[in-house]
């Protein structure tokens, strides 16, 4: 669709990013849900979340 100029909302693709997460991630992505609203959520501060999260896991 952004070939198109066809402009897809931060909220769309939010949402797809936390539906394909691996397994790992699932209570991340329900912390996620919960506790911010995703509608006003933008990609990169939900990608600075999923980094945080990563580097916590690696750490371990």
Same mark, same amino acid.
């Given at each position: 669709?952004?070939?198109?100029?066809? @402009? /897809? &909302? #931060?909220? %769309? !693709?939010?949402? @797809? /990013?936390?539906?394909? %997460? &691996? &397994?790992?991630? #699932? $209570?991340? +992505? !329900? +912390?996620? *849900?919960?506790?911010?609203?995703? #509608?006003?959520?933008? /990609?990169? *501060?939900?990608? $600075?979340? %999923? *980094? +945080?999260? *990563?580097?916590? /896991?690696?750490?371990?």
């Amino acid at each position: 669709m952004r070939s198109c100029n066809d @402009k /897809i &909302p #931060d909220e %769309l !693709v939010v949402d @797809k /990013i936390l539906r394909t %997460l &691996p &397994p790992r991630f #699932d $209570h991340v +992505a !329900v +912390a996620i *849900e919960e506790s911010r609203n995703l #509608d006003d959520m933008e /990609i990169e *501060e939900l990608q $600075h979340s %999923l *980094e +945080a999260h *990563e580097m916590r /896991i690696n750490e371990r």
